[in-house]
Each structure stands twice: as C-alpha cells, then as structure tokens.
T-cell receptor
Framework: EPEVTQTPSHQVTQMGQEVILRCVPISNHLYFYWYRQILGQKVEFLVSFYNNEISEKSEIFDDQFSVERPDGSNFTLKIRSTKLEDSAMYFCASSEGWPDNNSPLHFGNGTRLTVT | GENVEQHPSTLSVQEGDSAVIKCTYS??????FPWYKQELGKGPQLIID?????GEKKDQRIAVTLNKTAKHFSLHITETQPEDSAVYFC?????????FGAGTRLTVKP
C-alpha cells in the first residue's frame, strides 16, 4: 500500500537555527498538509497546500514557517530561527481531495524535532 | 473555526470488553468524520470514517455512529484485544483542513 514518507525521523537543532523537514506524499495525491503534535497533546493543523500554493493555514503557521514543493515528489516544511517551543512531532499528510469532500488524510510517521 | 472535543482522555478496559470513545464538534457544516489510531512512534492511521449522510458504519469489531443534530459521533470497539491499545483520535473535516480531538489513550488489559 502506498505511504507517506518523512525524513529525517529525528532532528536535533539549536535554538535560532533553521530546519527543513521533508516529506514524500503518496504519488497520485494532490493535496498536502503539515500537522504538529507536542508531546502528549493533540494533533494540530499547521497548513494545507494545493496547486503550488497555501490553501489554508492556522494561527500557529506564522512568518517563521514556510512550505514548498520543490519538485514533483517532495513537500517540505521550513522552520526559521527555531525556538524551544517548536519542539514537537511534525506530521506530513496527503489526500486525493479536500477533507470536506470526504477524502481521508494519509499520514507519515513523523519527524521528531528537538530544539535545544 | 471547527472545535472538536473528545472524551475520555484515557480509557482502560479488560480484554474482551467493549470500548466507547465520544466526540463532539462545533461547525454544523462539517460533513466528514474519520477516526485515527496512533501507535507509539508512528503517525495516525485511518481506521474508519463516516460521512454526514450516514448514521452508522461498521467494519468488523469497529463501528462509528453519527448524530448530526446533536453534533456528536462515537467510536465503538467490541471484543477488545491487547493490540487495540493505542491513542485514538476523532476528527472533523472543516473546509480545507481536518481538525482533531485531543485523543483517547486506550489500554486493553489481558
């Protein structure tokens, strides 16, 4: 069964540094998402992306964050000037259609980001 | 925006018993409600979903019910097994994203 893959599985960075989290969505999916999960807490929406542009973003997704689809297979999340509170598990997801069109999201196994 | 509330936060049952997890949502326009299971160190995995034009859906030991009038939906797991132990999340589809409940940690004791 096709799956969403994320790299790296664990990223450790120093406060103030920039990180790029990488995702390869399922190949025939056109809608992409990033979510984050702080340890023991709920899965929080960050951003959705379609047709090479952001479709929706949450209040968490401020100017510190950016997303990009640099080629036909990768989808990246960049976090500039990382803060301690950015430490979390970041999940990439993809879907065939929009969620309100009854399309389930398929998630990767996440990247655990630790900011020291 | 959509707000999804989920209860209980933890649930412990004996193997073979049933488990029920309940969620409510705020936006009456939401029309798609998936349930995800998250095992340690992994991403959420879809286990069942229900659309707004359906009141109940069953898949082997798992069933989901939806009450659109009351804006709540529930996950029912029957004949629980130790491998059902995980964190379960409900979600509601809202416009171009999906909002999740806070999760229920289910422990099935052998």
């Amino acid at each position: 069964e096709p799956e969403v893959t994320q790299t790296p599985s664990h990223q450790v960075t120093q406060m103030g540094q920039e990180v790029i989290l990488r995702c390869v969505p399922i190949s025939n999916h056109l809608y992409f998402y990033w979510y984050r999960q702080i340890l023991g807490q709920k899965v929080e929406f960050l951003v959705s992306f379609y047709n090479n542009e952001i479709s929706e973003k949450s209040e968490i997704f401020d100017d510190q964050f950016s997303v990009e689809r640099p080629d036909g297979s990768n989808f990246t999340l960049k976090i500039r000037s990382t803060k301690l509170e950015d430490s979390a598990m970041y999940f990439c997801a993809s879907s065939e259609g929009w969620p309100d069109n009854n399309s389930p999201l398929h998630f990767g196994n996440g990247t655990r980001l630790t900011v020291t | 925006g959509e707000n999804v509330e989920q209860h209980p936060s933890t649930l412990s049952v004996q193997e073979g018993d049933s488990a029920v997890i309940k969620c409510t949502y705020s936006d009456s326009a939401s029309n798609y409600f998936p349930w995800y299971k998250q095992e340690l160190g992994k991403g959420p995995q879809l286990i069942i979903d229900i659309r707004s034009n359906v009141g109940e859906k069953k898949d082997q030991r798992i069933a989901v019910t939806l009450n659109k009038t009351a804006k709540h939906f529930s996950l029912h797991i029957t004949e629980t097994q130790p491998e059902d132990s995980a964190v379960y999340f409900c979600a509601a589809a809202w416009v171009r994203d999906m909002r999740f409940g806070a999760g229920t940690r289910l422990t099935v004791k052998p």
